[in-house]
């Protein structure tokens, strides 16, 4: 079976390639639908990444956050029309001790191989989780990223102790707003703070107990744990921030990514006994948890509904080019490409 991908090349420049599908591997095929720009394909794109990474990633598909249709399943847990989200992390071992997504084995689709912009996606059936068929598909788009947030939630759970009555949340973007709204969920009876430096982004975050500039924090703040959502170059204060207020025996969840080294107040770490861990990705069950609280709290997608930007019909390489221009000029929420091909 022919298939049509559509790979970057160099920055700002994608091509054809066609690939030969194998019916008969036991893979499933999907046909994308939806799919969801993160940071990560744009700086690909605009070719913001270090250059050697550009050198050795490219020609590459761009795209890991994406839902679609099943079109061929030999697998009996799916079949032709099944709506679902596909995974992107892709192990190739398995480990009793180390997450799937935290291998270093593992492969990760639109970063060393072909993400999900092509005309069909051969995938593992475990690589696969469906959805309820009436979702909102825009939201549905971006699962991937809102199960890293359910991942790093869930870690928090068995790395934190058990006073969880206040929750610091650095950051004003996409991941903070994503984890927010299923920390309220995950510990409805938590006081959760948000820290930004935008108002008018502050000001979406209607479900928390109270938002603060970063400029402007009351000097009796307190709080049990945090969760760091910032990164770049703002991590080095959010971090330093969350550790000046953070309580004693607190734990820090790090969540934003930086490019460059970041230096923290390592002696306050120590004097208040805190933890700090970082986490990266998620794996088949964060997908699979995330897709259980959808359909056990529907206003969850009410609220990530708010994140949809702009709604992109894709049928030429043209209109993925516009997309993308699209996505780099926003300030807030998803841009999504509707996979008309």
């Known amino acids: 079976m022919l298939n049509t991908v559509f790979r970057l090349t160099q920055p700002r ?22 799919l969801s720009i993160c940071n990560a394909d744009q700086r690909y794109f605009q070719g913001t990444r270090d250059p050697k990474a550009l050198a050795e990633k490219l020609p590459m598909a761009l795209i890991h956050e994406a839902v679609g249709e099943v079109v061929y399943s030999p697998d009996e847990n799916f079949k032709p029309g099944d709506f679902v989200v596909m995974v992107p992390n892709t192990p190739t071992e398995t480990d009793e001790i180390i997450g799937e997504n935290y291998l ?20 593992s059936a475990d690589r696969l989780v469906k959805l309820p068929a009436d979702i909102n598909p825009e939201v549905a788009s971006f699962t991937e990223i809102v199960s890293v947030s359910v991942h790093a939630i869930t870690r928090f759970m068995k790395f934190s102790h058990e006073r969880r009555e206040t929750i610091g949340v650095w950051g004003d973007g996409n991941l903070s707003y994503i984890t927010c709204v299923f920390l309220r969920k995950f510990f409805p009876n938590a006081k959760i703070y948000v820290f930004g430096v935008v108002p008018k982004k ?23 744990h945090a969760f760091e959502c910032v990164g770049g170059n703002g991590s080095q204060i959010a971090i330093n921030q969350i550790i000046d207020y953070i309580k004693p025996e607190g734990t820090i969840s790090i969540l934003g990514v930086s490019e460059y080294p970041v230096p923290i107040n390592t002696r306050m770490v120590l004097e208040k006994g805190l933890r700090i861990f970082g986490s990266s990705r998620s794996g ?22 708010h994140m949809v930007g702009y709604v992109k019909p894709v049928r030429s390489i043209k209109d ?5 221009d699209l996505d780099i000029n926003k300030s807030f929420g998803k841009t999504i490409m509707k996979w008309e091909k």
């Open 284 to 305: 088949r069950e964060d997908f699979v948890k995330t897709v259980e609280m959808y359909k056990e709290f529907p206003d969850i997608v009410e609220y990530l509904s």
């Open 13 to 34: 420049k994608i091509e054809i390639a066609f690939s030969e599908i194998d019916i008969f591997s036991g893979n499933v095929i999907v046909r994308p639908t939806y």
């Open 320 to 324: 993925m080019m516009e997309a993308f």
């Open 104 to 123: 270093r084995s593992s492969k990760f689709r639109a970063s060393g191989f072909d993400g999900f912009m092509q005309e069909y996606v051969s995938i």
């Open 202 to 224: 502050l000001a979406d975050f209607t479900f928390v107990d109270e938002t603060f500039l970063t400029t402007e924090i009351p000097e009796d703040m307190k709080f049990d």
